[in-house]
């Protein structure tokens, strides 16, 4: 216990007590602001996020680049009730400048079409080190997993 205690001390003495977050724990909150920003149909803020030669690839080969989801966003092709992450799945993996976040995620919304959109999938997010930052550069959804899949 004094070991434990003298350890802790002389780490407060050296400033290491208050050391910055991983690049997981960056690239998490970044994913979170991301899919907060998908969900309030935020363009400005999925900018500041997204790459510049961002592709997106869902579940049925349909390939959206960052002009395109930022324009869905602007028109509110889709209002969200539910953009979100479940079951505390979210899984970031960093291997150098690359960083991956897989999850469960919860989507549910009207289309101004008037169509409906309620389903659960997974989703692979990979982020890439930029001198600007942490970018969400790739990301891959799976089709809709079956009811309580």
Do not use: C
Not at 24 to 32: C, R, Y
Not at 106 to 113: D, H, L, P, S, V
């Amino acid at each position: 216990m004094k070991t434990r205690l003298a350890t802790a001390l002389l780490a407060l003495q050296l400033g290491f007590a208050h050391a910055a977050p991983s690049d997981a724990d960056t690239v998490a909150a970044l994913d979170i602001a991301y899919q907060d920003a998908v969900k309030r149909n935020d363009a400005d803020t999925m900018a500041r996020i997204v790459h510049d030669d961002f592709t997106l690839v869902n579940g049925k080969g349909v390939v959206t680049r960052k002009a395109a989801l930022l324009d869905e966003a602007i028109k509110q092709t889709v209002r969200y009730e539910h953009q979100e992450v479940i079951d505390q799945s979210r899984q970031v993996r960093v291997l150098g400048d690359t960083a991956v976040v897989t999850a469960k995620l919860w989507i549910k919304g009207t289309f101004a079409n008037g169509g409906a959109i309620d389903k659960v999938l997974w989703f692979s997010d990979t982020y890439v080190r930029t001198p600007q930052g942490w970018k969400y550069y790739f990301g891959q959804a799976s089709l809709a997993l079956p009811p309580g899949g």
